[in-house]
């Protein structure tokens, strides 16, 4: 059968197919709690609700105070079977109140070939009531009228304390709905409007003031400002921002008054799609949900046969008096609740709590995973560096070729790429004036270089670029990138003036990054040298990953001279280049044949392949374009130290599933045993019951902890090692 999200706290649940498009609740406590506290439509459902629960709830206390008067025998012997009668009169509505959610439960889970908490309270309450009422009406025997309405309405007040609970799971993702505002003003012609956030629409200009929210995806066309991105990213320093950036719906204006035009709108936006994509993470059951549904399906059968042979053995040994109660605690004790809530909830506040920090996860089995994780695969340009490519020098080779002859050749290549390498060349030729046609019959090989035919001059040449291995795979003599002195911008002074190229004094290390070998007419013409710069928090993260246990490994297809200058840089423990594409794969898929499963960090696009092979693909530079990512996990803030942040969470998450499935089990087995041995009434029993709900809820609310913290940024530190 195919699984929905509760509506009110979001947790999977199996229903039938025709549910869909219908609210679907995960127990009768979610569906109340969402008609008391969550309707819209009025106050009528709610004053019903509380109305019928406390008509329940009170005449369950009533027939509670006149069972406790016939315990202690306080009334006369005659009077006895009057107050029976009584308690029969206020039994039976109470039942029909408290008792009848329970009684369709368990008919819908018959249906569905299943049985869980519902089935052991309604056969718990019905067998009570029941038999009470028999021996009322025949004026003999003994009747269990405050164990028929108590149990359920203990059950009750219990199913609305785990609602509550459960809802900040689902709470945390309906703050992240409440970003966007109510309404926006929109510039039509000269004038401003305010309308409705549903009538905003693609290509509308919109007047954002500060301290409000970007309504929608798009580009600032008037103004500057500072956006606060830290609800949505995670990212606590603001981003300046100005005529031509991008900004998300959601985030906040700074002190600048801009004009925003919209691009994406509703379900278009990137919030939408982060929202749908956390919801649908949490349908997917993880390892460890999937044994804790096996071990709750099983439960329910095994109760009833141990309630079965209990009660014959106590009825032999003791009447019928002493077996029903045994039966009825034993019904009552049994918590299945607690095994079915063990996994799911944790899951979930970890997935949302995750999102709340800008770490999308793809589903629970890859939140598990990644906490086995013990060894890291980065890619180069784009992920350990800013993939802000400048090119540092440019060196012509042979007679009669210039600086200008190389660019521009090399401009006309790369006009038809993405790679960070082509927009470094075509920034770097635009600035001195070149607009080369591009090239035609353009063949790239990712990782290593591509070639083409470019027109320049009245001629047409076949060009070839890429690094020094590829020429000489093409037949071209290369002798790679030569005695080049270039310099590395180091972590501890690329800040953001230098990463925008107004900080050149601040570059100390001598070292190339990556070098571009061009050729044509068969021969190499020149080698273009480009500088990058590593992201300010890779360093911390790289020692953050190793104080976790996890070696780190960094793939690239430059030269192995490059690669480990910027790996000596930050700190990384091996270097693998250089390496084409498939041989990435090749080394991914070794590593992650062996014990512990590995990850892959990459840009999400260029190293598609490299993070589909890896147990945990994570992608960095999400950008606004999630269909792309092809990672289990998707950074949308570009910090390295979500990564050591998020195993964390991970291996945490896992100690408190593990804590939370030992409990249930431990639990049920005590509970039992005492049960069945006749040491439990079956009003304690369901408390009990309600205690060991309570326990598994509050330990899995425990990763909530340290929630306001900027998680993964700039105390991603302190987080990580908190969480370890």
């Known amino acids: 059968m195919p699984r929905y999200a509760c509506a009110h706290c979001g947790l999977p649940v199996v229903a039938a197919k025709d549910a869909a498009g219908k609210p679907v609740y995960c127990c009768y406590g979610c569906f109340l709690v969402s008609r008391i506290v969550g309707r819209k439509d009025g106050q009528g459902a709610r004053a019903w609700d509380l109305l019928r629960l406390g008509v329940g709830a009170l005449l369950a206390m009533n027939v509670m105070m006149i069972s406790l008067l016939l315990y202690t025998k306080a009334v006369e012997a005659s009077a006895v079977p009057v107050f029976r009668w009584v308690m029969l009169g206020l039994a039976a509505p109470a039942m029909a109140v408290l008792a009848y959610p329970f009684m369709l439960g368990a008919v819908a889970e018959v249906r569905r070939g299943v049985a869980s908490l519902d089935t052991l309270i309604a056969l718990g309450s019905l067998a009570a009531f029941g038999v009470s009422a028999a021996n009322t009406v025949r004026g003999k025997g003994y009747v269990y009228f405050d164990t028929a309405t108590m149990l359920p309405a203990l059950v009750t007040f219990g199913r609305l304390l785990e609602a509550t609970a459960k809802g900040r799971a689902q709470g945390l993702i309906h703050r992240l709905e409440t970003l966007l505002p109510e309404k926006v003003t929109r510039l039509d012609g000269d004038a401003l409007r305010e309308i409705p956030l549903a009538e905003l629409r693609a290509g509308d200009r919109l007047q954002v003031r500060p301290g409000e929210r970007f309504p929608a995806d798009g580009r600032i066309v008037e103004g500057h400002t500072l956006v606060d991105e830290a609800a949505l990213t995670g990212e606590s320093r603001p981003r300046d921002c100005g005529p031509g950036d991008e900004v998300i719906a959601g985030t906040v204006n700074g002190a600048g008054r801009v004009v925003v035009e919209a691009v994406r709108v509703g379900e278009d936006l990137l919030l939408s799609r982060i929202i749908e994509r956390v919801e649908q993470a949490r349908l997917e059951p993880s390892r460890h949900e999937r044994l804790a549904e096996r071990l709750a399906a099983a439960l329910v059968p095994a109760v009833l046969i141990v309630a079965a042979v209990a009660g014959l053995c106590w009825l032999l040994a003791d009447g019928p008096r002493q077996a029903g109660f045994v039966v009825l605690a034993i019904l009552a004790v049994t918590c299945p609740c607690a095994m079915g809530i063990a996994t799911p909830l944790a899951t979930a506040l970890a997935i949302a709590r995750a999102a709340r920090a800008g770490v999308l996860v793809r589903n629970g089995d890859a939140l598990e995973r990644i906490g086995d994780v013990r060894t890291v695969f980065f890619d180069k340009t784009g992920t350990v560096t800013c993939g802000d490519l400048r090119i540092q020098e440019i060196t012509p080779l042979g007679a009669g070729v210039t600086e200008r002859d190389v660019l521009s050749h090399l401009a006309a290549l790369e006009s038809g790429s993405e790679h960070a390498v082509a927009r470094a060349v075509t920034a770097e030729a635009k600035a001195r004036g070149l607009a080369p046609e591009p090239a035609r019959e353009v063949e790239i090989l990712p990782g290593q270089g591509l070639r083409g035919k470019v027109g320049l001059d009245g001629q047409v040449r076949d060009l070839v670029a890429g690094t020094a291995e590829f020429l000489r795979a093409a037949g071209i003599a290369c002798e790679g990138s030569g005695a080049l002195s270039f310099r590395l911008l180091t972590p501890s002074n690329s ?32 080698r273009v040298a480009l500088t990058d710069v590593p992201r300010a928090d890779a360093a911390e993260a790289m020692g953050q990953l190793r104080e976790a246990g996890v070696t780190t490994v960094l793939l690239s297809g430059d030269g192995a001279e490059c690669a480990r200058a910027v790996a000596a840089a930050i700190g990384i423990d091996q270097v693998e280049a250089p390496r084409r594409p498939e041989e990435k794969i090749a080394l991914v898929r070794a590593a992650a044949s062996g014990r512990h499963p590995v990850a892959m960090v990459g840009d999400g696009i260029n190293d598609a ?32 130290t979500q990564v050591p942040w998020l195993i964390a969470l991970s291996r945490r998450t896992r100690r408190i599933i593990r804590q939370n499935l030992a409990w249930a089990v431990g639990y049920n087995l005590v509970a039992l045993t005492a049960a069945a041995l006749g040491w439990l009434h079956p009003l304690l029993a369901a408390v009990a019951m309600l205690v060991s709900s309570l326990t598994v809820l509050g330990n899995s609310l425990r990763l909530q902890k340290g929630e306001g913290r900027r998680d993964g940024g700039t105390e991603g530190r302190r987080g990580g090692q908190q969480m370890s």
């Not at 490299?610 to 289990?632: H, P, S, Y």
């Open 609 to 640: 392949p490299a993070l589909a092979t890896a147990d945990v693909g994570i992608a960095m530079a999400a950008g606004t374009d999630l269909a792309k990512q092809a990672g289990d996990v998707v950074l949308l803030a570009d910090r390295l």
């Open 495 to 526: 800040h953001a003036d230098t990463a925008k190229g107004s900080g050149a004094e601040h570059i100390e290390l001598l070292t190339p990054t990556t070098v571009v070998c061009v050729a044509w007419d068969g021969q190499v013409r020149g």
